[in-house]
């Protein structure tokens, strides 16, 4: 008996270690990124940082706007084309979906979330950027926000649709059958009742997706074009912002480090950390949510 | 039934975090073992380390691991960073050798006065278009303006009637610097338009031009292939033979930089690099060889 006490004792610390360690890895990371990109948060300003809209390291000009811009407006868009399908997918599973049909689509949706990244990217240089390109508006590559938007809002479907089934499968049983025994019809219960009860949860869904999607680096770079611009409208149609090329801020690191040396990688390092602060708050939002669900 | 799972999987996890543990440790000598110095044939020994342009480094490998097969107590560690690291560690005598895929800039010299300019090869940048694109050749003030983005349709340059669509490295390459320096006019010319499209390597910039109509771009000679058309310029076609004589106007130097004068094993390499050997593998790798 005291022997298995022993063996619980040790395999409890054991599993502290283990969760500790990455506490003690995320905070490496962070103290690591903030102090390489302490250079540029001095040398160059806060403010001239995150609100300069000019990115020519080899003039020495470091303005993130234009890629803070492109980041924030392709997550947009993912989000837009994405949500709608993820949560479709989300009901189906949790409530239409007959036993065999769910069987099948549920490993499909998680099967995407184990396709490296590049994949997507070289699927949407090759495939999606020609049909993006058919859209006939002069200065339209087909390299855009649009054909990232696409991307992204692919790969961040199994992460919404996961979250926001749980989400609704923890619905109370009770929920469901007092509506349906007052009269309504299946369709009536699921947005008026279930999908409401279960809105904590998706939302928090969809901010994970979102935190997802800002982190994406290697099928962005592929197919978004990477200029250092801000994306603005190529004709009088609004929506044609979406086929304007645009950098991540992800994708600003990724394509410019290997070269970067001094305040360039000083500066990189600090599109790091605001890549991180945007991540975290997104993070806790979504933590935040998903612990008032739980109360 | 449930606890005696659970004492399983701890005894399981015990086991395992034990014989981690043990191979830790047996893979931490207190020392690494000393080299034992093999009766090499030629004597030589010693180690060289080399950094810089990711263009030059695959060459530069190639060259270490042929004359490793020579001189097998030579160690040769080569590793990248590009262009600029490559002169300033050079410069800085952080590394032996530096590496370099463009000229060495006159304000680099003048900041390290002692580095040694050794050119190893020579590489031609080719332009390169969409294979539909009907204009076969350019003037290199043509493709100044297409880049600065002053020339935005093909019909100014005697083409169609279409958008031209810009497809260019990122900052910090030496593929990018080399364009820069040999097209657009270095520092004083204008900058690559922001709208072009910005690839991070050669392959990619050759996959992008190949699958966008309309488009330009320009790649390392050595990534050439049918999926892209190379322009002449100013006349002359892009092949390596009329890069070599001279003809071809966009060729660049690859280089290797020193710290004062070659000594030991590493005078040694560079004199194998411009040897009659070392020169053939720049000819087999695709690159221009300087002998």
Redesign the interface.
Known sequence: MRA?YA??N??RY?LLFSALISIFIVFLIGLFTLREGWAAFRGIGLVQLLAGHVW???REEFGLLAMIAGSVLVTIGAVALGVPLALGGAVFLAEVAPRRARDLVRPAVELLAGIPSVVYGLFG??VL??LV?RIPV??N???GLLSASIVLAVMILPTITNIAEDAIRAVPKEYKEGSLALGTTYWQTIVGVILPAARSGIVAAIILGLGRALGETMAM??VI?????IPRPLNANPLTLFLS?A?TLTGNI???I????GL?ESALFATGVVLFVLIMLINSLARLLMRRRVS | MYQRN??LI??G??IL?LMVTVVACQSTPTKPAETTPASAPTGLSGSISVAGS?TVQPLAEKLAEAFNAQHPDVQIDVQ??????GV?SAGQGTVDVGMASREVKQSELDEYPDLRVLTIARDGIAIVTHPDVPVDGLTKEQVKGIFAGDVTNWSEVDGPDK?I?IVAR?????TRAAFEEMVMGGEEGP?IA???????SNG?VR??VS???D?IGFLSFGYLDQSVKALAIDGVEATEANAASGAYPIVRPLNMMIKGEPSGVVKAWLDFILSDAGQAIVREEGYIAVK
């Open positions: 298995r063996i619980d040790s395999v054991l020519r390291p080899g240089m090759v950027v020609p390109r002069p200065g590559t087909g390299y770079i592929m074009g990477n200029s250092v611009i090329q950098r990724a394509v410019e290997s070269y970067a040396t360039h | 659970r004492a701890g005894v996890l015990l975090v990711t990248g960073g590009g262009s600029s690291v300033k958008p669509v990122e900052e910090g390459s030496g900058a922001d709208t072009a499209i910005l690839q991070p990619a996959t992008t699958t966008t109509p488009s």
